[in-house]
């Protein structure tokens, strides 16, 4: 059974351009969320997608968007990217979206923004 | 709103001896607690989680925490540590009320285990 995939592995973009990362979810998962992690700090919530959906969103700038397709997948867009998106950004699937409920991690996609 | 402070960034350890990861959480409803470990180069691990019932919660690899709800707090506690728990800890909440249970990370505490 895979579980949360994401892809690239690594991106490198220069400053004002933009990046699409992609994430499949666990099998019979649902739900997908994002995260921004830096370097050196904790997890930042992004936003969260159930049924196509955006549900709930961080603090984080409209430069910040998203997509989850039929199949569950889901896609972070960052337009006019800045130094400061540098980080790890996490994807995590569940079922649902009852409180709670654990989220699995994928390995993530390191971003470097020169 | 919620907010996670995890009192050590750093702390390392001896091979075989005990160790405690602090963690206390401020939040203005109720919450359930998580504790997730990051291995270098990887994605988040469910250590253990509190939803209800006894304060005291069993993980993997050997790790408990305690619920404290007067002092908001849930450490993670280990009686032996080994190598192969060196790594990054995170402690985290999400409300009990809150749609789809977004997570509030804290900062992260980094135990290395040494031999």
């Known amino acids: 059974d895979a579980g949360v995939t994401q892809s690239p592995t690594h991106l490198i973009k220069t400053r004002g351009q933009q990046v699409t990362l992609r994430c499949s979810p666990k099998?019979?998962?649902?739900?997908v969320s994002w995260y921004q992690q830096a370097l050196g700090q904790g997890p930042q919530f992004i936003f969260q997608y159930y049924e196509e959906e955006e549900r709930q969103r961080g603090n984080f700038p409209d430069r910040f968007s998203g997509h989850q397709f039929p199949n569950y997948s889901s896609e972070l867009n960052v337009n006019a990217l800045l130094l400061g998106d540098s980080a790890l950004y996490l994807c995590?699937?569940?079922?649902?979206?009852?409180?709670?409920?654990?989220?699995?991690f994928g390995p993530g996609t390191r971003l470097t923004v020169l | 709103a919620q907010s996670v402070t995890q009192l050590d960034s750093q702390v390392p350890v001896f091979e075989e001896a005990p160790v405690e990861l602090r963690c206390n959480y401020s939040?203005?409803?109720?919450?359930?607690l998580f504790w997730y470990v990051q291995y270098p180069n990887q994605g988040l691990q469910l250590l253990l989680k509190?939803?209800?019932?006894?304060?005291l919660v069993k993980g993997i690899n050997g790790f408990e925490a305690e619920f404290n709800k007067s002092q908001t707090s849930f450490h993670l506690r280990k009686p032996s540590v080994h190598i192969s728990d060196t790594a990054e800890y995170f402690c985290a909440v999400s409300a009990t009320d809150g749609q789809g249970g977004k997570l509030i990370f804290g900062q992260g505490t980094e135990l290395s285990v040494k031999p």
């Open positions: 509190y939803l209800s019932g006894s304060t």
């Open positions: 099998s019979g998962h649902d739900t």
């Open positions: 939040s203005s409803v109720s919450v359930y």
């Open positions: 995590a699937s569940s079922s649902g979206l009852r409180p709670g409920t654990e989220q699995f």
